[in-house]
């Protein structure tokens, strides 16, 4: 069974940064795309990053200059570098992977990790 564990969320204030990190374990061939979702509170779930196994990259324009992604092929982790954090960037972020597992290409969700950003 393939498991993504997101981490390094909290409590921050405004203008700080939060590292996040997102660790897939368990049996699989590869990972292809691993990309960062968040959901604020009352609202839906929105994409905010996706990067390739070959170091390909996207940011939401909206966030571009604050976020970046960046990802540890060797040891299947993802990272989340926020920046200049504002309130407005509280959510729950998520992080999802389309893997090459034992019976073919699947995805999978992380369980999620709070982000709360203070004024």
């Known amino acids: 069974q393939v498991q993504l564990v997101e981490s390094g969320g909290g409590l921050v204030q405004a203008g700080g940064s939060l590292r996040l990190s997102c660790a897939a374990s368990?049996?699989?061939?590869?990972?292809?795309?691993m990309r960062w979702y968040r959901q604020p509170p009352g609202k839906q779930r929105d994409l905010v990053a996706a990067i390739f196994s070959d170091g390909r990259s996207n940011i939401v324009d909206s966030l571009k200059g604050r976020f970046a992604i960046s990802r540890d092929n060797a040891k299947n982790i993802a990272y989340l570098q926020m920046n200049s954090l504002k309130p407005e960037d509280t959510a729950v972020y998520y992080c999802n992977a389309d893997i090459f597992a034992v019976l073919g290409l699947a995805s999978r969700w992380g369980q999620g990790t709070q982000v709360t950003v203070s004024s």
């Open positions: 368990g049996t699989f061939r590869s990972i292809n795309v």
